[in-house]
Structure formats: C-alpha cells, structure tokens
C-alpha cells in the first residue's frame, strides 16, 4: 500500500514538473541579463566551494574510518591524544579564506548590479491585487500584465504597490527568473531594480510574495522584442483608435463595455482612463488573460467576464450574472477586435 502510493506520487511530481511550467524555462542558470549573470557566477563559485569541501570532509572520514578501525585483536581503548596547532590553523585558515573570497564576489556583484546605467529607460511597476501595471513615463504608455520591452536597453524600474479601488494595498514582489532577482513592490515606498535584457522572447514573471488569495495566480510576462518592433508597438499604443465595429454583435459588445466595464478599465484614446483595473487598449494583441494565468482565447475571456472571481479566487473584478451568455460573447469578441495589425508576440521564444 505503501509502496503503491509512493510509486504514484513520484509519478504525479513527474508529470507535474513536465506539464508544470507550461513551456516556460524559468531558470535562475540560464541568465538572459548581465544582472543575472552576475548571481549565477556567485552561485557556481559557492556551489564549487562546497563541492571541494563536500569532497574533502567526506574523503577524510573515509580514510579515519579505514585507517583506524579495530583490528582483529587489539583489545581496550586506542592510544589518546590531544590537540594539533598545525591542523587546526589550517582548518581555520581556509574557511577564513574561502570566506573572503565569497565576500570579495559578492561585493563586486552588488556594486555591479547597483550602477543603475545613465541611459537606461524608466518603467513605473505597480502591482495590484492580482494584477501588474506597466507605466512608460518617457512613451506615455501603459500596458497590465505584459511588459514589452526592447532588446539590449537597460530599463530601470520603479516599483511601488498601490490600489486605486477600495481595496488595501499589501506587499508583492516583482521577479522574473531568467531576468532579475526579487525585488519587492511595498506600499508608499518605491524601490528600484534595473537590468538590460538581452534576449528576444517572451518571459515569465510571478509575483514573489505571498499577497492573498491568488498569490499564485498573480503573474505577468515580459515580451523582449527588436528595437523596430518595440518602436512600432509605441506607436500602436499611442495611436490606438478602437477600430469602428462593422459587424453587429461586436458593435453590441462595444456598447455593453462602455456602459459596464469602463468605471474600472481603460482603452487609450477613448474617454475612459480609470485604473482600477488592467487597461485593455489592444487586448486582442494579448497573449495571456487574467495576470498571466490563462493563454487569451475568446471562450476563456467570456467565462472570466462572466465569472471573474469564480475563475480566480479574490480577484477584485465583480461577477456579472446579469450579462446572458450572448452578451458576454460579444463583449469578448469587442476586445479581441481592439488589435494593433502587425503584432505578433506568439512567435517569440519563451523563458
Ligand atoms: C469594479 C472594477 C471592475 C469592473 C466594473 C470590471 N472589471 Fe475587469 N478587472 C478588474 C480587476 C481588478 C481586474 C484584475 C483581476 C485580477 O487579475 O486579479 C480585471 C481584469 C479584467 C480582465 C483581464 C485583464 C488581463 O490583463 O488579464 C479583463 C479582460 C476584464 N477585466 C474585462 C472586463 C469587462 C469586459 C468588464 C465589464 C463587463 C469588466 N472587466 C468590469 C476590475 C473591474
Ligand atoms: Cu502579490
């Protein structure tokens, strides 16, 4: 019985760790920013040091325990001695040293990571409970839950955790494996965290801090694409116009958003700029829906305007029985119209 349910749950973790990170390689190893490099440096010359030792202590007990065993007739107990100078200087010293060296590392890495580069270009990160926000104070855009960035410009983020709703803020940290380390997002105070990435790709980002009931529903993506193709989501973004819907149910969808959800989400270029909740300018350009959890297809995006909060526990968006599946259905295909042609971030590698 035992053994059975062993056997199972080795092989659930096994299908989980397959299926589980949905395609995404989210590895602190495999850096794709000189940030991440630095700390994964650190994290082989430790791991090293530790292999060294690892070999050292293991090595000599084995050789104590074969030198000095009983043998067949020794009777009562071996000679006793007390204390040696040399060798305890040398188990001191080279800690000591190994100690020093690791600090030297580590100190050299920090001063790295703090020179915030002169030409880097600001981002304001402010999370939300369970979403993230994206402000471009140079661009005079904002994007939610998908941060698009240009290849090999450093950007300097400035992060923060705020409600505008009458929701508490709480504590949420920013990280994205492949990328940067963990930087926490703390009500009223702004921290910072820079890095230059240096791979095209779509990466995986995860709020770090336990926050409440969809912590670990609270993710997000950086898409890192060409120079080019950031400059033409720019002007996308600035110049979006909700195209005018010729088809009817998109045009009743259109309707339905302007009359229900616009207290709480923006559309660029429209009357509507509340940030309550996620801005939705280009959402059919999305590829994820709800902060990242699910790919943005348009019957998930019905179910979640129907029942948003049944689909993600705590989530601060309301429920809307009221709307008949019908509704709900145009309402959707309204957003996966709102679409700067051109874009695609599917393509991209992921990370
Ligand atoms: C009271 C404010 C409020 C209203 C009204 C509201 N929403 Fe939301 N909406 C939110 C919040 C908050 C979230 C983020 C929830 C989360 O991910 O935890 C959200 C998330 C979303 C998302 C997912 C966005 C993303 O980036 O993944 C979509 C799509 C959406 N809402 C559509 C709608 C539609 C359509 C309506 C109208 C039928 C609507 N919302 C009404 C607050 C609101
Ligand atoms: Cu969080």
């Not at 019985?1 to 973790?13: C, D, F, G, Q, T």
């Amino acid at each position: 019985m035992l053994r059975r349910s062993l056997v199972w749950a080795i092989l659930l973790l096994g299908v989980a760790f397959a299926l589980g990170d949905g395609g995404y390689n989210i590895n602190i190893l495999d850096p794709a920013t000189s940030n991440n490099r630095e700390v994964s440096k650190l994290l082989w010359w430790v791991m090293g040091f530790a292999a060294v030792i690892f070999v050292v202590v293991i090595g000599a007990m084995t050789y104590i325990v074969l030198k000095f065993k009983k043998r067949g007739n020794e009777v009562g107990e071996p000679p006793q001695f007390h204390g040696n100078d040399r060798l305890e200087i040398t188990w001191t010293l080279i800690p000591f040293l190994i100690v020093c060296v690791i600090f030297g590392l580590t100190a050299r890495g920090m001063f790295e990571i703090s020179q915030v580069p002169p030409d880097a270009m600001p981002v304001k990160v402010t999370a939300h409970l369970f979403w993230w926000d994206f402000e471009y104070p140079e661009q005079g855009i904002r994007t939610s839950n998908e941060l698009i960035l240009p290849v090999n410009r450093p950007v300097n983020f400035e992060i923060t955790s705020n409600e505008a709703g009458p929701a508490k803020p709480v504590i949420h940290s920013f990280r994205v494996a492949s990328l940067a380390g963990t930087q926490d997002a703390i009500p009223g105070i702004v921290t910072t965290r820079w890095f230059k990435p240096e791979k095209e790709g779509v990466y995986y980002g995860q709020c770090a801090e336990l926050c409440g009931a969809s912590h670990s529903n609270m993710r997000f993506r950086v898409i890192v694409v060409s120079q080019a193709e950031f400059d033409r989501f720019v002007q996308g973004a600035k110049a979006f116009q909700p195209p005018a819907p010729t088809d009817a149910a998109v045009a009743k969808g259109q309707q339905l958003f302007n009359a229900q959800c616009t207290a709480c989400h923006a559309i660029n270029n429209t009357q509507h700029q509340s940030k309550i909740g996620p801005d939705l300018t280009f959402f059919g350009n999305r590829l994820t829906l709800g902060a990242g959890i699910w790919n943005n297809t348009p019957e998930r995006l019905e179910a979640w305007i129907k029942n948003s909060p049944g689909m993600k526990p705590g989530s601060l968006m309301p429920p809307f029985p009221q709307l008949s599946a019908e509704d709900a259905r145009s309402i959707a295909a309204y957003l996966e119209s709102l679409k700067v042609e051109g874009l695609d971030f599917s393509k991209l590698p992921k990370f």
